[in-house]
């Protein structure tokens, strides 16, 4: 793997993970890329926390990310099945330190 990449995995819907090599030298957000690789995302604001349609639940390394800022608070909140590990992709900005980040889509 580069060292401008991290492995980022995806859970399937039947369980089983997706191993992604994620760029973090590029400034994309989970969301930006998840929806380059063709997940179904819809990012119907355009990654700007105002829909919360890119929820996705964290299922391993969440201390890894950044602190939740209020305003994706705020819009996760709007969700009626919100997880105590769910966050908004559009703004989780791919790091170094997100390497082994493990995700599902929210509601899959």
């Known amino acids: 793997m580069e060292e401008n990449n991290i492995t980022v995995h995806v859970q ?3 369980g089983s993970l997706t191993a992604l090599e ?5 400034g994309l957000s989970l969301m930006e890329y998840l929806k380059a690789c063709e997940y179904d995302i819809l990012a119907t604001c355009g990654g700007m ?4 349609t890119c929820c996705v639940d964290v299922l391993e390394g969440e201390e890894k990310l950044k602190e939740m800022t ?10 009626p099945d919100l997880l105590p590990n769910s966050r908004l992709a559009c703004q989780l900005q791919l ?14």
């Open 12 to 14: 399937n819907p039947d």
């Open 22 to 26: 994620a760029p973090v030298d590029m």
């Open 49 to 52: 926390a105002l829909c919360a």
């Open 70 to 79: 209020d305003d994706e608070y705020a819009m996760l909140d709007t969700l």
């Open 95 to 108: 790091s170094h330190d997100m390497d082994g980040l493990v995700v599902k889509l929210h509601g899959t």
